[in-house]
């Protein structure tokens, strides 16, 4: 007998004690409980599995799936006492529970609910490993369909699984390590004090999502300083941008007092977790943060406890918050196949820039027409998410439900006044539509006229309720996608002979590309001589390393190059 089968073989309690045997006889009895296993090491785990593959299914997930759901119950403490190696293997075997049965899926899926009812919601960062979500309700993919997954969890963060968003221990095989930067952005709130606001921002915390200064260029800027200018905007849109900031970077401040509930949507959102696309996950709605010991996560100066953008790539400096460093390594989620036409939703990315232009519209635009804002003054509360739920459909996403209901509904007004009226609102739509980002491209942008111009006149027409005409790409087809840019290349750039002197601007600015530049634009900037001499060294040795730049080690001549001018007095 090996190590590992003495291990198992240990395991059980003699007996039938304990809450296993209590779980498998009130469900019928399908498999003694005369020796329910207690798992606390992996070695135990991987034999355990191996023999539980010869058993009969349903047997094998009694006992698996209700020993790990069980693992702790609400009077056993804090959320994070069970050990996060044996949470890590509790999702994996929740997952394996329902994906192996189709049919039961949904039933089994709702007794794990019950069995782990008494958890707390949270997220933990495993030690070097994946983040380890409990209890979270609702998991959202880019797209914005949601889901109510298994109530364990395992997310790869490691940024290298297979089976993304999912865990599949690649963790390990790589080498991930939790390790911060000592290097990344400082962890410094500033305040900026404008006309009618206080903006505060934590620049330490940013994802580098762009919807603040992709929105609100004038008051977020990217090319100067200070970053932010909190007299270019009006008070409402900046407030709408802060409120997006999906990081926690950013706050508003009225009179001298901070906004901080309003700035968390007032507790009122859903707590979700959403895997957006090629980038972080965004948590929302108040989920416990916890590090690797259970304690709650250390959180920098400001930052929202209702909001956080969680690393999913591997490589931010900032770990576990993301530090926008997905930008920089090229970082993917697996691409459809060969062949794969998308849907006109797929093209747009799906329910959230929808949603995000129906904001614009009605939050923004139609309340500023004249005309418009006294006809949509009584529109309900909901009214984007309506518009951008029939709008989802039409353009080939799911069904809208009850939000998407007639075209009056999705409009938001039982009649045009004139034709002038309806006119003006569709020009708003696609108004809205350029500064939300939707694409440009002609063969999209034209169903998406066509479905907008379709509801803008069905508004007046005797629609029946409920229907939703399906839009697709038409005889032109999808847009042929561009193929993929070589990268930038330094191979041409002329390397100083061994009597040479070496100067920033002739031999070592050349050396970094564009692309170089903007991955450590957040730190220092590789084209500013000044910028480049004060951290001579650091760079010295992640080029060294090979750390730098992230996708591929420089060749040795070209590092050495780089050590000459260090070793001669670093020539401007």
């Given at each position: 007998m090996t190590n590992e089968q003495s291990t198992a073989s240990q395991a059980g309690t003699a007996g039938g004690q304990g809450r296993l045997a209590d779980v498998i006889a009130t469900r019928g009895g399908l498999a003694a409980p005369e020796a329910p296993f207690v798992i606390e090491h992996r070695e135990a785990l991987i034999y355990m599995l191996c023999e539980a593959a010869e058993l009969e299914h349903a047997i094998m997930c009694q006992y698996l799936f209700a020993v790990f759901s069980l693992k702790q119950t609400a009077d056993e403490g804090a959320a994070g006492a069970c050990p996060p190696e044996l949470a890590e293997a509790a999702a994996a075997l929740q997952d394996l529970a329902v994906g192996l049965a189709p049919g039961q899926a949904s039933d089994r899926l709702e007794e794990l609910w019950q069995l782990q009812s008494g958890l707390r919601m949270t997220v933990q960062a495993e030690h070097n490993g994946p983040y380890l979500a409990t209890n979270v309700p609702k998991l959202i993919d880019h797209l914005g369909a949601t889901r109510r997954p298994a109530p364990q969890l395992a997310l790869c963060r490691c940024g290298a699984s297979s089976r993304k968003p999912l865990c599949d221990g690649s963790h390990a095989r790589v080498g991930f390590t939790e390790a911060k930067d000592p290097n990344r952005v400082p962890d410094r709130r500033d305040a900026y004090d404008g006309q009618q606001v206080r903006i505060l921002d934590n620049r330490g915390i940013c994802q580098h999502s762009g919807l603040c200064t992709d929105r609100l260029a004038a008051v977020f800027r990217t090319n100067a300083e200070?970053?932010?200018a909190p007299s270019g905007g009006r008070m409402d849109e900046i407030i709408r941008a802060v409120r997006d900031c999906p990081s926690g970077a950013l706050s508003y401040a009225l009179d001298g007092t901070?906004?901080?509930?309003?700035?968390?949507?007032?507790?009122?959102?859903?707590?979700?977790?959403?895997?957006?696309?090629?980038?972080p996950y965004r948590l929302r709605g108040e989920i416990w943060l916890l590090d690797a010991e259970g304690n709650p996560a250390a959180r920098a100066e400001g930052a929202s406890l209702e909001h956080c953008a969680l690393c999913r790539c591997g490589h931010s400096r900032n770990k576990p918050f993301c530090s926008g460093m997905h930008w920089y390594v090229n970082f993917t989620d697996p691409l459809p196949g060969p062949g794969y036409e998308p849907s006109l939703y797929e093209w747009a990315g799906g329910l959230p820039p929808l949603t995000r232009m129906a904001r614009l519209l009605y939050e923004k635009h139609v309340p500023a027409d004249g005309p418009l804002a006294p006809a949509f003054a009584d529109?309900?509360?909901?009214?984007?998410?309506?518009?951008?739920?029939?709008?989802?459909?039409?353009?080939?996403?799911?069904?809208?439900?009850?939000?998407?209901?007639?075209?009056?509904?999705?409009?938001?007004?039982?009649?045009?006044?004139?034709?002038?009226?309806?006119?003006?609102?569709?020009?708003?739509?696609?108004?809205?539509?350029?500064?939300?980002?939707?694409?440009?491209?002609?063969?999209?942008?034209?169903?998406?006229?066509s479905s907008i111009e379709w509801l803008a006149r069905a508004v007046d027409a005797a629609t029946p309720p409920g229907v939703v005409p399906r839009w697709d790409w038409g005889l032109g087809g999808p847009p042929v996608a561009s193929s993929e840019q070589p990268k930038e290349s330094?191979?041409?750039?002329?390397?100083?002979?061994?009597?040479?002197?070496?100067?920033?601007?002739?031999?070592?600015?050349?050396?970094?590309?564009?692309h170089d530049r903007q991955s450590m634009s957040v730190i220092f900037d590789l084209?500013?001589?000044?910028?480049?001499?004060?951290?001579?060294?650091?760079?010295?040795?992640?080029?060294?390393?090979?750390?730098?730049?992230?996708?591929?080690?420089?060749?040795?001549?070209?590092?050495?190059?780089?050590?000459?001018?260090?070793?001669?007095g670093m020539q401007p």
């Open positions: 200070p970053f932010v901070e906004a901080r509930g309003q700035v968390d949507w007032g507790g009122t959102r859903p707590p979700a977790i959403e895997v957006t696309k090629d980038g529109m309900p509360v909901d009214q984007p998410q309506r518009f951008a739920s029939w709008l989802g459909e039409a353009l080939g996403g799911p069904a809208a439900g009850e939000l998407g209901g007639d075209v009056r509904s999705a409009v938001g007004l039982s009649g045009w006044e004139s034709g002038e009226d309806r006119a003006r609102w569709v020009a708003l739509v696609t108004r809205s539509a350029d500064e939300a980002g939707l694409p440009a491209d002609a063969s999209f942008r034209a169903a998406f006229a330094i191979a041409n750039v002329s390397l100083p002979g061994p009597d040479e002197t070496v100067s920033y601007q002739a031999n070592i600015k050349p050396l970094f590309r564009e084209w500013s001589y000044d910028d480049v001499r004060a951290r001579a060294s650091e760079i010295l040795a992640k080029l060294q390393d090979g750390s730098m730049p992230c996708d591929g080690a420089w060749p040795e001549a070209k590092i050495a190059v780089f050590k000459r001018w260090t070793d001669t």
